[in-house]
């Protein structure tokens, strides 16, 4: 038996969902832990291209288990969204996929506090996706947020009425914003009374089970460590804990249970949403060097977000952000993807090491004021010119591309298990 935790290293966008849609097949169970509709996991089969945000990527798969645990929250007019999306292509979402009765849901009025915080930053916006993830999180860990089996409570009513006094006199007297109705969050809990309470499960109890009848168990995070509410650029992160062990509070399983870290990273960097990057070249601003190489890597990698649809800032792949999320996750391996898109480049450049205040640093500052000054001190390595696109082993590479999965694997400290050299699910390499 082989349980896996498949993560994010970077700021998210690694190209999760293909990772996992590769590993699903070979698993039994696919559990989903932590966080909410922000994370958009895009798969590719044949001509088919499926997003997904709240259900695991497993879910496509005819004889694996879907889970979503308890340390996700969930926005009940998306994941019914969604399931009507996977229904109506005839995938039987009822039998393949459980969700926890602890799961914390987000209501409109999330939603609402989202926006109006937001907006109230002016120029200092964090960039969040305004799916009121943040909000219900805040609630989850205040006591006052609403479960699923919350809808099956005689108090429920009473709850509702104390949380929306406390929200609107937020919006309207604090944030000059307009109330949410009740009505409005009535429908969502109506709707996840309907569709989403006949699908809770003991996810714990399901897993043991499982676990004990020696099924193979892939853990699937969402976003990126880079994100992880205590160990990524804070306070420029998501809501949650993005790292590997998250996966133990969000699913209610124990250390033993996990038997490798799989650690999914991009042959460069990106990210969406402000905070510091240091090897950033291009953004939406058209922030490019000299080379245009920033832009080569927005471009042909289509770096745009699958939920959001915002434009990523690229740049040169950070070895030290990798360096950092190996220790934090325990990584086992690192799976690249996005290989291809280097294609063509003169040159491809490897931070390996900041420069602050004139010294050298070969770590993560936590103070993202710190981070943002870092200038980042490259290795430069030849190009290629040859097409990897489609390669499925690695004599197809060329030579300089090996180089440089080499020296990624010397700095980072890992080995590197998995290449992916396009989209398509047999676009990949094991190594």
């Known amino acids: 038996m082989t349980n896996t935790v498949a993560i994010g290293i970077q700021w998210g966008d690694e190209g999760k969902g293909k990772i996992v849609d590769l590993l699903a097949p070979k698993m039994d169970v696919v559990a989903r832990f932590q966080g909410g509709p922000n994370a958009g996991h895009t798969l590719v089969i044949g001509d088919e291209t499926t997003v997904l945000n709240h259900i695991p990527s497993g879910i496509l798969h005819t004889d694996t288990l879907s889970l979503i645990g308890n340390g996700t929250v969930v926005d009940p007019f998306r994941l019914v969204e969604e399931m009507d999306m996977l229904l109506a292509a005839k995938i039987p979402v009822h039998e393949r996929l459980r969700i926890s009765d602890r799961c914390q849901l987000i209501l409109p009025y999330h939603r609402a506090l989202d926006a109006a915080r937001e907006a109230a930053k002016g120029d200092g916006k964090i960039g969040t996706t305004g799916r009121g993830i943040g909000p219900c999180y805040e609630d989850k860990t205040a006591r006052r947020g609403i479960r699923l089996v919350d809808l099956t409570c005689e108090d429920l009513d009473a709850r509702l009425d104390e949380n929306l006094r406390y929200v609107n006199f937020m919006l309207t007297q604090f944030f000059g914003a307009e109330p949410v109705s009740r009505s409005d969050v009535v ?21 043991q089970q499982r676990s004990r009848a020696g099924d193979r168990i892939l853990f699937e995070g969402a976003q990126g460590s880079m994100l992880d509410v205590d160990h990524g650029t ?10 590997s062990g998250a996966a133990l509070a969000g699913l209610g399983v124990g250390p033993g249970q996990v038997d490798e870290v799989l650690g999914i990273c991009k042959a460069y960097t990106t990210r969406v949403g402000a905070g510091p990057f240091p090897t950033e070249l291009y953004n939406a601003e058209g922030m490019c060097d000299s ?7 927005a471009e042909k990698g289509h770096e745009f977000g699958a939920t959001t ?12 952000v990798v360096q950092h999320a190996v220790r934090i996750n325990g990584v086992t391996g690192l799976a690249i993807t996005k290989l291809d898109v280097l294609d063509g480049l003169k040159e491809v450049k490897l931070c390996v090491a900041y420069e602050c205040d004139g010294e050298r640093v070969e770590y993560i500052p936590a103070d993202c004021k710190v981070l943002e000054a ?44 998995m290449l992916s050299t396009g989209p398509d699910r047999d676009h990949i390499i094991h190594l």
């Open 187 to 207: 429908e969502a809990l109506d709707l996840a009374r309907e569709r989403l309470l006949p699908l809770a499960a003991d996810v714990p109890l399901i897993l």
């Open 234 to 243: 804070y306070p420029f992160v998501t809501s949650s804990n993005t790292v």
């Open 374 to 417: 870092c200038m980042p001190v490259y290795e430069t390595l030849p190009g290629w010119s040859e097409s990897t696109f489609g390669a499925t082993s690695q004599e197809q590479l060329p030579e300089n591309a090996k180089a440089l999965l080499k020296r990624i694997e010397d700095v980072c400290e890992c080995p590197i298990t």
């Open 291 to 297: 080379e245009n190489s920033g832009r080569h890597m």
């Open 309 to 320: 649809g915002r434009p990523r800032r690229t740049g040169w792949f950070d070895a030290i």
